[in-house]
């Protein structure tokens, strides 16, 4: 299964019929395909589910489905796969970060496969070789010609075998994809604390949808109190009781000294540093892990509402 290829497919409904889904479709001057999401286009609820799928490289179906009654009336965004770790750690998983002067985007999807520069290739594998490749990028304006081809550059291709679709956080298609990182985030922090996410089969996730910030700053911390304190995850597993027992209770957020209070103030209280914030706090609240062998449930964390309802007011 080539991960670009396949979200290559499951892109084509925006560029076949960009009027239905509210999206921008035009090519920049070095040819690469561009799909505004909620730049300068509306965007909207189907885009944002297919914009979640590429994200995943088709090996991942997204859906809004009404809240968990623990977290109140709304919708939330529900994810599944088979694949797990090719769908949210070599694809899904926001892990380049695009800087150049006066742009900066946060890049996933599977072009991140094609360019295999990050470390966690060498752990997990899953680079390849693709012919065409496809990007998202979580950012509040288009990339020019010069982003497009260092992209594409990085990844072995030419800048017109290169698709990128583009939404900020404070839009509805980017508030929907960045929602749908439930089982992403359960996983990123699994491996983080050493599981062999090889003995994950599946994944399922569910987080409530917040409402559409008016800036990306709101966004981000809407979109993290989401997953942090309304996410819910279910992973089927191939591992041991005991370990289960043992290393489950560190995987949910809670388990994070930084955990209780909104994104928000957290971010504020480092001085907007991620990498000032406790890296056990960026997890589900709520995890299931189901051992496959003896068909037992072994269930870690508890919703927050109370930050939910702070965070979404």
């Known amino acids: 299964m080539n991960l670009n290829q396949m979200a290559l497919r499951r892109c084509q409904p925006l560029r076949e019929r960009s009027e239905e889904f509210r999206v921008g479709v035009f090519h920049g001057s070095g040819g690469t395909c561009l799909i505004d999401c909620g730049v300068a286009s509306p965007g909207g609820l189907a885009c944002g589910i297919v914009l979640a799928e590429v994200c995943m490289a088709g090996l991942g179906r997204v859906a809004l489905v009404p809240s968990h009654p623990e977290v109140g009336q709304g919708w939330a965004v529900q994810v599944h796969t088979d694949h797990p770790v090719r769908a949210c750690m070599a694809a899904q998983y926001a892990g380049w970060q695009i800087a150049a002067a006066g742009f900066f985007a946060m890049g996933s999807g599977p072009m991140r496969a094609a360019r295999g520069r990050e470390e966690l290739f060498s752990q997990i594998g899953g680079t390849e070789q693709a012919d ?80 559409v910030a008016a800036d990306d700053l709101t966004g981000i911390g809407r979109t993290n109190d989401a997953v942090l ?30 955990h ?37 449930a072994h269930r870690f964390g508890e919703l927050a509402p109370a930050v939910l309802r702070a965070s979404f007011a």
Request: with cysteine; hydrophobic share 40%.
């Open 132 to 211: 065409q490749v496809v990007g998202v990028l979580e950012c509040a304006q288009m990339p020019d010609a010069v982003i497009c081809e260092r992209i594409a550059r990085e990844c072995g291709v030419g800048p017109d075998q290169l698709t990128l679709l583009v939404a900020p956080t404070a839009s509805l298609a980017g508030c929907i994809q960045v929602v749908a990182r439930t089982v992403e985030t359960c996983l990123h922090k699994m491996h983080a604390l050493g599981w062999d996410l090889s003995r994950i089969q599946a994944g399922a996730g569910v987080a409530p949808l917040p409402p």
């Open 229 to 258: 304190y309304g996410g819910e995850v279910t992973l089927w597993v191939d591992y041991p009781e005991e370990w289960l027992v043992k290393h489950g209770p560190r995987i949910p957020s809670d388990a994070s000294d930084d």
């Open 260 to 296: 209780g209070e909104p994104f928000g103030r957290i971010f504020s209280r480092y001085e907007h540093d991620f990498y000032r914030i406790d890296p056990l706090l960026f997890s589900p609240a709520r995890v299931t892990l189901i051992n496959r062998a003896s068909g037992r």
